[in-house]
Nanobody, 124 residues
């Protein structure tokens, strides 16, 4: 299984970025997908998740600014990030899980596969 995250970069506060995560080696449409971020020296922080059925969930700090989506035909996960803030600066990871519920989506231990991460830097 491979999850390849891309789309990170340097952007000014208030700007936008779109992250992508290309998946291979798994039945993408059957997996719930998530985005996490990790600042240096800290643990993974949950950002958003989209279930295999298409339901979306967000951590409070990104609601209204970020949109998670998926294209099952392309085996690709997306994260559209608008109105970026300096505190959004982090390495962003995509992850996949066979977990079919929605209660533990913010728990990184529930995810089976992880991508390599893409750096997002928001300047003030």
């Amino acid at each position: 299984v491979q999850l390849q995250a891309s789309g990170g970069g340097l952007v000014q506060a208030g700007g936008s970025l779109r992250l992508s995560c290309a998946a291979s080696g798994l039945r993408f449409s059957s997996h719930t997908m998530g985005w996490f971020r990790q600042a240096p020296g800290k643990e993974h922080d949950y950002v958003a998740a989209i279930t295999w059925g298409g339901n979306t969930y967000y951590t409070d700090s990104v609601k209204g600014r970020f949109t998670i989506s998926r294209d099952n035909a392309k085996n690709t996960l997306y994260l559209q990030m608008n109105s970026l803030k300096p505190e959004d600066t982090s390495v962003y990871y995509c992850a996949a899980t066979v977990y079919k519920g929605n209660y533990y989506l913010a728990d990184d231990t529930r995810y089976d596969y992880w991508g390599q991460g893409t750096q997002v830097t928001v300047s003030s």
